[in-house]
């Protein structure tokens, strides 16, 4: 059973085990309509908590999608290279962007849960 | 995931706002005013159904005014000295784009100027510009009325644009006889009881209408012209999409005053007559560069891949030399890849040309393209 952990810029990180799988929210791929291409790092690549990892281009704009803990990307999702819109059509499952591991477990304690995410939204609109 | 947020200053609102709220719009800030930048189903969506059948833009933050002398060839004769094109010989019932110029031939807007085909209507000249721009527009060209000649701002005129394939059956059904208008023609017309001032024009290279209506009416317009299934209404996101993929240049990143006409590859818009006579702003400039030729030159850019290439993005010869810059760029659903246009050295000016582009630092291939990248389907 996998715990999903969200940040205030809406990236999410579900984790099972030791391993996090990373992308972002559906309201976040609601706020940023079509999107066109993913722009994922490499496999391997050290990330930290807060820095940009990826890319997501929509229509309209290019934006920039921040780490949610430090690790280090194990997997990224090559499906997105052919299907970008699987981000609009299902951001919390098959429009993942990548996988981590070495996960700093004290960092997740600072992420939102679901209920907690929940309520931020409630406070954006 | 990061957005900027915007300033919530004062925004004004067209008197459309209350249907993009009805009709679940994203309503984003743009040029002062509260606009939809797209509908629920997404700016693909908008983009396509305007290209197969038919879009509806609310575009009434665009400034329209009228520009009134005794007779058209002295309100003509006028606006010759503000802008390049030829209204002298412009015909009643016609439409020409123009940019109002600045004394080194920068471009301070571009605007539509169209004469009415009602003879009573002689010396009447009909101003469309960018909402961006308007305030300082009307200033610039108040700056400069002779005696007996006036600039009438029409705030309490709405425009909405239908564009696309089936624009013209969609208005022939709501009793608008538009079947023998041409591009670029101007007529009045009665679109399902409500009076419109009709262009038969656009900014999605398609065929199409602009309605220019009372503020009171347009609601209804509106309303009238979406109760036809043919039509979906369109937000400002694919605005961009559709005039991008069509060449067409957007103020304030393809053109400003740091561009002329030459540059920008608009020579088109300066008929004959005043390519030689001059007598605009920047005449000389404009006039020497025609001569001479240009360093730089506005071109398509078509990337090879999928990565958009934004405004702003770096263009270098495959050695890297530095050759230009992209000012506009995204992704064109018709297409279905990412389209650009930008200045790049004359030398690299042909279509065909390989480049490279920086996109966050990682090169991209790249080819100079002819533009428009979608044809254009104007009813000539």
Redo the contacts between chains.
């Keep these: 059973m996998s715990s999903v952990y969200y940040t205030k810029d809406h990236e999410y990180i579900s984790v099972d085990g030791d391993v996090g799988v990373v992308g972002i929210s559906d309201y976040a791929q609601e706020q940023l309509g079509d999107v066109v291409f993913v722009e994922l790092p490499e496999i391997g690549k050290v990330i930290k908590k807060g820095e940009e990892c990826a890319v997501v281009e929509s229509v309209k704009a290019a934006s920039e999608i921040y780490a949610p803990v430090d690790g280090e990307v194990v997997e990224i999702n090559e499906s997105l290279e052919g299907n970008p819109v699987s981000v609009n059509e299902d951001a919390m499952g098959a429009g993942w962007f990548f996988k981590v591991k070495n996960i700093d477990a004290a960092q997740l304690d600072g992420l939102m849960d679901e209920k907690a995410y929940a309520d931020y939204l409630m406070t954006l609109s | ?3 900027a947020s915007s300033e919530q200053e004062e925004l004004k609102t067209t008197p459309l706002f209350g249907e993009h709220e009805i009709l679940g719009a ?1 309503i984003v800030p743009f040029a002062g005013y509260k606009m939809p ?2 509908y629920p189903g ?3 969506a908008e ?1 396509l159904a305007t290209r197969a059948s038919a879009g509806l833009f609310d575009v009434s933050h665009m400034g329209q005014a009228l520009l009134k002398g005794v007779d058209h060839a002295t309100v003509a004769g006028f606006l010759e000295t503000l802008i390049p094109a030829d209204i002298l010989t412009l015909k009643p019932g016609k439409q020409r784009y123009s940019q109002l110029l600045n004394a080194d031939g920068g471009i301070l807007d571009d605007l539509m100027v169209s004469r009415s085909a009602d003879p009573g209507q002689d010396g009447t000249l009909t101003l469309v510009v960018n909402a961006a721009t308007k305030e300082a527009d009307f200033a610039h060209i108040s700056a400069h009325l002779p005696a007996g000649i006036t600039l009438e701002r029409k705030e309490s005129w709405a425009l909405v644009a239908l564009q696309g394939p089936k624009a013209e059956a969609v208005l022939a059904d709501l009793g608008a006889d538009v079947a023998a208008m041409g591009f670029m023609s101007v007529a009045v017309c009665t679109v399902g009881g409500i009076a419109a001032r009709i262009s038969r024009s656009g900014y999605t290279g398609e065929d199409g209408f602009e309605l220019s209506v009372a503020d009171g009416d347009v609601v209804a317009l509106w309303r009238r012209l979406l109760a036809d299934d043919r039509v979906r209404p369109v937000g400002l ?2 605005r ?2 559709l005039r991008l993929e069509a060449g067409l240049c957007l103020y304030g990143h393809d053109i400003d005053t740091r561009t002329t006409p030459v540059e920008a590859d608009l020579l088109w818009s300066i008929q004959k007559r005043r390519r030689e006579s001059g007598g605009f702003p920047g005449a000389a400039v404009v006039q020497r560069q025609i001569r001479d030729g240009v360093e730089r030159l506005r071109v398509g850019i078509l990337p090879e891949g ?3 290439a ?1 405004d702003g993005t770096e263009i270098l010869a495959p050695d890297g030399t530095p050759l230009g810059v992209i000012t506009s760029g ?2 064109g ?1 018709s297409v279905n890849g990412p389209v650009a246009m930008g200045y790049i050295k004359k030398s690299h000016a042909t279509p065909g040309a390989a480049v490279r582009l920086m996109v ?1 630092g990682k090169p991209v291939e790249a080819r100079v393209a002819a533009m428009p990248f979608v044809p254009h389907a104007y009813k000539r």
């Design positions: 995931m990061h957005s994203r930048v797209q997404g700016i693909i983009h996101g694919a961009d999409s999928r990565v958009p934004r995204g992704f659903p966050r």
